[in-house]
């Protein structure tokens, strides 16, 4: 039986003449850039996150260097994140010429541990301190950080925090008795639309959430260079805009997020359930309740996790493997002065850790196959 690790059709079937007219739209309308459909997600998405502002901008990545320009960082300045991530994370950073402060992350749950953040601030002096211009979690994977002492922490020393949330989008936290959804936490919140997200796009796009009126105007301004008025620059900013067309594909995807998001948590409950009584895996920890975790990937850390992966494909079950070498093992970020050691929980990580196949579609003898093979891995 073949499992493959994303297949996009089977949801697209089910979608295809909306998209299909969406799109159409757009190209009969000839508003290409920044036409209405961008205006109009932008409204829907803020509403569907609970947030005041909402700034479609052209990748995930570009959502995070773009919040960070806006929060001004540049040469001389620092932001502290994760090893564990995906390369944007701490590549926009660089790209600014700002320095990357890493600091370890949770065991269980792969996010930013607020501990360890707190412990590398007191351990600056108050001239370094003074140069953190950000604080970017991850909600990696698609469940929420512990945002309530990272926030407390942030706000001791009056540093912005800048979500992560890329992987995340609907993704909860419990914060003061509310579920609220990440992104809307912090500063500034970043979500990809990749097309493997669980609201991915029909191409690239990405979307910074803020509360902050300015700040989000700001943002809209330097996505379209800096420009205030029209061939007024008085800032540099760049070419970060949201596509129409992708804006007009996501609006028809938005609606049936939730339902996709729960057939992704459903599959990780039958998962749990199935691979529990497997000695050598470990399933993903719950932090806080299932329907908080939108599973935009299913890892498991597992003994001899290479050999596992290559079993698997062997038997048609596509995996991957998010991320297998942590940052600070780079060979670009080797000026970081890190070594091997010095974070030993991302390094287990992405030594162990495996992602299954997860999307709603996947079938129960899919499913079954799955961890069957698993299994029999460990059996043989």
Not at 335 to 361: H, Q, V, W
Request: charged share 25%.
């Amino acid at each position: 039986m073949r499992v493959p690790a994303l297949d996009l059709k089977p949801q697209l079937a089910t979608i295809r003449g909306e998209l299909l007219n969406a799109v159409a739209k757009v190209i009969d309308s000839t508003g290409y850039i920044m036409g209405p459909a961008v205006a109009e997600f932008e409204k829907t998405i803020a509403d569907y996150l609970g947030v005041k502002q909402a700034i479609g901008v052209s990748s995930g990545t570009d959502a995070l260097l773009l919040a960070l320009m806006a929060l001004k960082v540049g040469p001389g300045d620092a932001v502290i994140t994760t090893p564990y991530s995906f390369f944007a994370t701490a590549g926009v950073v660089a790209r600014l010429n700002a320095r990357i402060l890493l600091t370890d992350i949770d065991p269980d749950t792969y996010n930013m541990d607020p501990q360890k953040v707190k412990e590398l601030l007191e351990d600056l002096s108050s001239v370094e301190r003074r140069t953190v211009k950000a604080i970017m979690p991850v909600h990696l994977y698609g469940q929420a950080a512990d945002m309530t002492p990272l926030m407390s922490c942030a706000d001791r020393y009056g540093i912005p925090v800048v979500e992560d949330a890329a992987q995340a989008i609907g993704a909860r936290y419990p914060l003061n008795g509310k579920a609220v959804c990440v992104g809307t936490i912090g500063k500034a919140g970043c979500f990809s639309f990749f097309p493997s997200k669980n609201l991915g796009g029909i191409g690239d796009g990405g979307l910074i959430v803020t509360n902050d009126e300015e700040y989000a105007d700001f943002l809209r301004v330097l996505r379209v260079h800096g420009a205030k008025p029209k061939y007024c620059h008085s800032f540099i900013g760049g070419n970060f805009r949201l596509d129409t067309v992708q804006a007009a594909a996501l609006q028809v995807k938005l609606p049936h997020l939730q339902d996709w998001t729960e057939g992704r948590q459903r599959n990780a409950e039958y998962y749990d359930e199935k691979l529990a009584s497997i000695p050598e895996v470990k399933t993903p920890k719950t932090a806080y309740r299932r329907e908080f975790h939108i599973y935009n990937q299913y890892v498991i850390s597992a003994l001899r996790r290479d050999e596992l992966a290559k079993y698997l494909e062997a038997r048609e079950i596509g995996v991957n493997i998010y991320y297998p070498v942590p940052f600070h093992l780079q060979p670009c970020f080797r000026n970081l002065g890190y070594g091997k050691g010095d974070f030993p929980a991302s390094e287990r990580a992405a030594e162990t850790t495996l992602a299954l196949p997860i999307y709603k579609e996947l079938s129960r003898e899919q499913l079954d196959w799955v961890v069957s093979s698993v299994r029999e891995f460990y059996r043989s």
